[in-house]
């Protein structure tokens, strides 16, 4: 690990639930880059985040080309020739030996061939007549034709000096392409990030592993390990731990030692079955616990020694709806890159509800769907269990709604959050 560590006072609060929008300052706020750096070839570089800006070392095109098959003349010969060219020469792409242009002459030349010095425009072959002479070859160009038409020019898509990228961007398959481009092969990303998975509970058991009554499968760990891929993240599993303050506070700070981060599922809130917030505030330093969010109240996050904590609900659909509001951002910038909010839109709600506690910010299941005018509406999974996986899996977004609504009438606009802009399906 390197980079500035994680800043570690404390956050204050009072009974009252922190807010959504309050959370994200802190944590926005306290955040920065651990992740050190390393050199990669582009074939290795795609989701990773740039950690050096990326300055074009020369221009995209190299030099001036042809954008067509075609002809390429000098404009300010064509109504002195009478659109009459003589052919001079063949420059198919690659071709590295075009000479200068003579007056009145047109070369034959080929998309992605360089420009012949002097000629400035391409006719299209489709436009153009050919015949021979006496031996010579001649082309009519039509007229009409603007200078500079069928011309790419030397550094129209990227001037050399240009700063292509700067660091804490994602690199996109377009990204790389660009990078390709101007010929450099490597770039400078952070590493990924180690990131430590436990799962806490008693009733916890592995798909696999035998179960009797009371017992639960673990299915957080795959909903997180699926969600982390989505991020240049490296992670460890620590497998299912009992509800047992001591083996999991030696666990958390063993890992803490070695890791970026680590994920708790489960025991988050006060039961007396539930260790995590103490393990935290006897091990590290707690910033946020008990959020006015559902679901997710009793998301925590914090800091063992140099390593971050969230410390997330057990139920899976708290799990997932936690992990994507507030552990994304957090990995995404402990990986040097941004502080990932969604971006959402409005779409009139097909549902209602008829009454919503005030001052808590909800999210629920969605997906989009068409009313029988054919615009978007957004449903909302009817069962509002968080236990359930299935609404998880109907939906394709959340639906978030803020503090101050207490109902939503059918057709009221609400904000949908597609799992997309999470970078997941
Ligand atoms: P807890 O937060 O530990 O009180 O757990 C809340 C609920 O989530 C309980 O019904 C747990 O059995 C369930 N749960 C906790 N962890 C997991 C897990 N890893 N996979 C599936 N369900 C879980
Ligand atoms: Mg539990």
């Known amino acids: ?15 009252d639930r922190l807010r959504h929008q309050e959370a994200l300052a802190i944590l926005k706020e306290r955040l920065s880059t651990v992740a050190g750096t390393e050199t990669l070839r582009l074939e290795e570089a795609l989701e990773r985040i740039l950690a050096e800006a990326v300055i074009a070392p020369r221009d995209v095109p190299l030099t001036d080309n042809s954008a067509v098959d075609g002809y390429a003349y000098r404009h300010s010969d064509h109504d002195e020739a009478g659109g009459f060219f ?8 690659g071709q590295t030996d075009a000479t200068a242009l003579s007056p ?22 489709e436009d153009c007549e050919t015949h021979e002479q006496d031996g010579q070859d001649f082309v009519i160009v039509p007229q009409g034709l603007k200078k500079g038409a069928n011309c790419r020019k030397a550094g129209e898509d990227v001037p050399k000096g240009t700063e292509l990228l700067s660091p804490g961007q994602i690199l996109r398959p377009q990204d790389l392409a660009a990078i390709a481009s101007t010929g450099q092969a490597e770039v400078c990303v952070y590493r990924r990030l180690k990131v430590a998975l436990v799962s806490t509970g008693d009733e916890l058991r592995r798909p696999g592993e035998a179960i009797s009554s009371g017992g639960v499968y673990d299915s957080n760990h795959f909903l997180l390990r699926g969600l982390c891929a989505t991020l240049p993240v490296e992670i460890e599993d620590l497998g299912v731990l009992k509800d047992d303050a001591d083996l999991i506070g030696a666990t958390l700070q063993d890992a803490a030692a ?21 393990i935290l505030d006897e091990l590290g330093k707690r910033q946020i616990w008990q959020l006015a969010v559902k679901p997710g109240r009793p998301m925590m996050f914090g800091t063992l020694g140099r390593c971050a ?74 069962r509002d269990g968080s236990g359930l996986i299935t609404g998880l899996r109907e ?22 959050l597609p799992f997309s802009g999470f970078g997941i399906r």
């Open 309 to 382: 904590f969230l410390g997330l609900p057990g139920n899976p659909v708290a799990t997932m709806v936690c992990f994507l509001l507030y552990a994304r951002p957090v990995l995404s910038t402990l990986a040097g890159g941004p502080f990932l909010e969604p971006r959402g839109f409005q779409v009139p709600a097909a549902f209602e509800v008829p009454k919503k506690k005030p001052d808590r910010r909800e999210f629920y299941r969605g997906y989009l769907g068409t009313d029988a005018q054919g615009a978007t509406v957004a449903h909302k999974f009817l």
């Open 1 to 15: 690990m390197s980079g500035k560590p994680l800043q570690d006072d404390c956050f204050v609060h009072d009974k």
């Open 104 to 125: 009145w002459a047109a070369a034959r030349i080929f998309t992605g061939a360089v420009m012949p010095p002097g000629a400035d425009t391409v006719a299209m072959q």
């Open 258 to 278: 070695r890791c970026d981060a680590v994920i708790t599922t489960g025991g988050a809130s006060k039961g007396e079955e539930d260790h995590i917030l103490r």
């Open 86 to 93: 003589r052919l001079q020469q063949r420059i198919a792409a």
């Open 395 to 416: 939906a394709d977004g959340l639906i978030e709604i803020p503090e101050e609504v207490t109902r939503i009438k059918k057709g009221d606009p609400v904000k949908f």
